[in-house]
């Protein structure tokens, strides 16, 4: 009998078109080996070129999905990522409150869209940051992102580095500073953690392409189920941004603007590579 493989947990918007939200959240979580279940947070329309329409499920929804799973399936990690309120967030809150502490929890803060308009309310940034920061054992801001949580620009890798430790010490957890949004030819992402340790630093050159659609969903979901594998945290973001980089150049190239990764053809991707 083989191993049983990680119960990850995703807590996420859908995206229709298929490209971000839970549907990459499953398509990563299963090309890497895991489990997938999901607590979905919101509906919503939306395609390559755009978001048409949002509905937000309840809070309460929200939570028994996150207990129905926790409560008979099992969790061995969770990704978090887009939500859309203070119920929802306070919901999700309340229910990894049953968590055991050893599950590893990692959290795509998602606030700010890549045009730089937010994407949440102040007051639901805010509770995030009380109730859920606390519970990360990683957050993983876009630089948009970063720098509204830092209130200032970061105009370098080394204020970029500072910003992201100022917020692991707040919260004792690890930050992975992402780089993306730069115009540097070259992609530096960094890990900080809340103590002493050393950061780590993930270089690569630039990819050159506009389908680019879902990269934050799937690189959160990558490094939960490779967490869930047991892997130490440092190693898991390194492949976990592999997986990603390797989902870009095998994009399908649909949609007429920002379009979807090719997780599907990320075969031979091991959890120990």
């Known amino acids: 009998m083989t191993a049983a493989p990680p119960r990850v947990l995703a807590i996420a918007g859908s995206d229709s078109s298929g490209g971000a939200g839970i549907q990459a959240?499953?398509?990563t979580i299963t090309?890497?080996?895991g489990y997938a279940m999901t607590a979905i947070?919101?509906?919503t329309a939306q395609n390559s070129v755009g978001v048409q329409a949002i509905a937000p499920l309840s809070g309460d929804v929200v939570g028994e999905q996150i207990a129905s799973c926790i409560d008979d399936i099992g969790v061995d990690a969770v990704k978090i990522g887009m939500l859309h309120d203070r119920e929802i967030i306070a919901a999700v809150a309340k229910a990894l409150d049953a968590l055991p502490d050893h599950v590893p929890v990692v959290l795509d803060p998602v606030?700010?869209?890549t045009s730089g308009a937010t994407l949440i309310a102040e007051d639901a940034i805010a509770e995030m940051r009380a109730r859920l920061f606390p519970l990360a054992t990683l957050i993983?801001?876009?630089l948009p992102e970063l720098e509204h949580l830092a209130g200032r620009t970061l105009r370098d890798t080394v204020e970029v580095a500072d910003a992201a430790a100022e917020i692991a010490r707040t919260y004792a957890c690890h930050v992975l500073a992402k780089g993306?949004?730069?115009?540097?030819?070259?992609i530096i992402d960094t890990l900080v953690g809340p103590g002493e340790e050393r950061s780590a630093a993930f270089g690569d050159p630039r990819i050159d392409t506009p389908h680019t659609h879902g990269t934050g969903?799937?690189?959160s979901s990558a490094v939960a189920t490779l967490l869930g594998h047991g892997l130490?945290?440092?190693h898991a973001v390194r492949i976990g941004r592999q997986f990603v980089r390797r989902a870009i150049l095998a994009a399908p190239g649909f949609g007429q603007g920002n379009g979807p990764l090719g997780h599907q053809a990320v075969r031979n991707q091991s959890p120990s590579s």
């Open 25 to 27: 959240d499953i398509k």
């Open 31 to 33: 090309m890497l080996g």
């Open 41 to 43: 947070t919101a509906v």
């Open 111 to 113: 606030m700010i869209a």
């Open 140 to 142: 993983t801001p876009n």
């Open 180 to 186: 993306g949004h730069t115009d540097d030819e070259r």
């Open 217 to 219: 969903c799937t690189l």
């Open 232 to 234: 130490p945290l440092e």
